[in-house]
């Protein structure tokens, strides 16, 4: 599998580095951490299962490498162990909006639907951190999903919650102001956030929500005047969450 070094998230790939991952096989303490990040998988005795995993091949990805760049072809499946891979579309005119992440335990939909039907999707998917992760060739996937069945309900169900996500993407884009969208992200990562402060810049919030670093700059302005954060270089102090789900929850603002 060849990846693709893409400092930048512009998806004009034409000075793009070609790089091949670092590939190992898996060492005792690699599949404990599998064990650990996917037990249902770790559960499955199939012994075509069990020979997928015998035969998988450890990779270790740097962080900032396009590992899908909507031109290359998925010809392996990949779990990851540890690390971040964010999956998003840049639009035509630069916007980026963030489709999902994978973390360790999830799967990428996109790559199984490109194993399944061998087609090519015009998004990108980047490591947002030091990526490690075990990849089962495509001919090892395709013979487990034909011969076990608890593997074939693991990849299914996975797939229908993941196009379920993607359809409420769908509607809050189409049907939500960018407010609302951009107050929504806020509340949930000050949800997950370990304080009130959040290390992020205008860029970054508006490719999440496919809109521009302007529009954001812009509301921020308006949320710190109704007194809910504060604004600082780099930063985003949180001063009121009940007024930010208040602008999460309103339909006009």
């Known amino acids: ?11 004009d790939l034409s000075s793009a580095k070609l790089v091949e991952p670092e590939q190992n096989e898996l ?9 650990e990040r996917y037990p249902y998988l770790a559960e499955i005795k199939d012994p075509v299962w069990e020979q997928s995993i015998e035969t998988a091949r450890k990779m270790k990805i740097p962080i900032n490498f396009a590992v899908y760049d909507g031109g290359s072809r998925c010809d392996s499946f990949v779990l ?20 999902y992440r994978v973390s360790p335990g999830d799967l990428c939909v996109l790559s199984l639907a490109g194993l399944f039907n061998n087609r ?3 998004v990108i998917a980047k490591t947002e951190t030091d990526v490690v992760a075990m990849a089962i060739s495509e001919e090892q996937f395709r013979r487990s999903l034909g011969q ?6 693991f990849v299914l169900s996975t797939l229908s919650e993941r196009l379920c996500d993607l359809m409420c993407l769908v509607q809050d884009t189409v049907f939500q102001t960018i407010q609302v969208r951009l107050a929504c992200l806020l509340v949930r990562s000050f949800a997950i956030s370990d304080n009130d402060s959040l290390h992020t810049t205008h860029q970054s919030l508006a490719h999440e929500i496919g809109t521009t670093r302007e529009v954001v700059s812009r509301i921020l302005k308006e ?6 954060i504060k604004i600082s270089r780099g930063t985003i102090d949180l001063i009121s969450f009940n007024v930010l789900e208040e602008f999460a929850r309103s339909p006009n603002m």
């Open 1 to 11: 599998m060849t990846f693709i070094n893409k400092a930048s998230a512009r998806n």
């Open 27 to 35: 060492t005792k303490s690699d599949k404990q951490r599998f064990y």
């Open 80 to 99: 990851l162990l540890n690390g971040v891979v964010r999956v998003y579309y840049v639009a035509p005119d630069g916007r980026e909006i963030t489709l």
């Open 120 to 122: 090519q999707y015009n």
């Open 148 to 153: 076990s069945e608890k593997f074939r309900d």
């Open 223 to 228: 949320f710190e005047h109704r007194k809910c």
